[in-house]
């Protein structure tokens, strides 16, 4: 059974700030793994995905790694700003047509 | 870019009532997954369907049924609901042939329960 991990659960960081979120799994037989972010009471905004053959994915001040043989991935958010407070979510795909299953997230402030 | 639809986006029931929600995929998506997301916790995986057909099951009570119709939208039916039930219930779709097996997610149907 796959199960994800996010670390931290929650960060704060002064606008401007480089920073990692982290996200581990168990199984490493992935199909794709995305990352989502989601407002308060919100829905889900797909911002990455990465394919199990791909070792990373950007888009725009977002960058995701992906390293399957560790079970790992991280997405590194570069000069963040308040707008990115949110909590992001990460998602692994065990088969092309199967569920994800998502970690808990981390919760992140931006503080101008 | 059409994207999934998710209707009603916000339903309140009493206790014992009956819901039914519906969910329309991204045109030529052939799954359909449900997810259930209740407050301060995870998105739960509850049921999924290919081409019509139920293709996986998580962690749907028995009180929950779902389908999946000729057109690909999708409806779940919630019976003899509890407070408990009260949460964010998303749907997505996906397409390996036109998306990778990218999941795309509705904005989701927030259920209270009183």
């Known amino acids: 059974k796959q199960e994800v991990t996010q670390i931290p659960a929650a960060l704060s960081v002064p606008e401007g700030e480089n920073l990692v979120l982290n996200c581990s799994f168990t199984?490493?037989?992935?199909?794709?793994l995305q990352w989502f972010r989601q407002d308060p009471g919100k829905g889900l905004t797909s911002l990455l995905l990465i394919q199990s053959s791909q070792r990373e994915q950007t888009s725009g001040r977002l960058n995701a790694s992906l390293d399957k043989s560790s079970g790992r991935s991280t997405l590194y958010i570069a000069a963040s700003q308040p707008g990115d407070s949110a909590t992001y979510l990460c998602?692994?795909?065990?088969?092309?047509?199967?569920?994800?299953?998502f970690g808990i997230g981390t919760k992140l402030q931006v503080i101008p | 870019a059409a994207g999934v639809i998710q209707s009603p986006r916000h339903l309140i029931k009493e206790k014992r009532e009956t819901a039914t929600l519906k969910c329309y995929p991204i045109?030529?998506?052939?799954?359909v997954y449900w997810y259930q997301q209740g407050p301060g916790q995870d998105p739960q995986f509850l049921i999924s369907f290919y081409e019509k057909m139920q293709s996986d099951k998580g962690s749907i009570p028995d009180r929950f049924s779902a389908q999946q119709f000729s057109d690909y939208h999708s409806e779940l039916n919630m019976s003899s609901l509890e407070l408990g039930d009260s949460a964010l219930y998303f749907c997505?779709?996906?397409?390996?042939?036109?998306?990778?097996?990218?999941?795309?997610f509705g904005p989701g149907t927030r259920l209270t329960v009183t």
């Open positions: 998602a692994v795909n065990s088969g092309g047509y199967q569920k994800v299953t």
């Open positions: 199984d490493s037989a992935i199909y794709n």
């Open positions: 997505a779709s996906s397409s390996l042939l036109a998306g990778a097996g990218e999941q795309y």
């Open positions: 045109p030529r998506h052939d799954t």
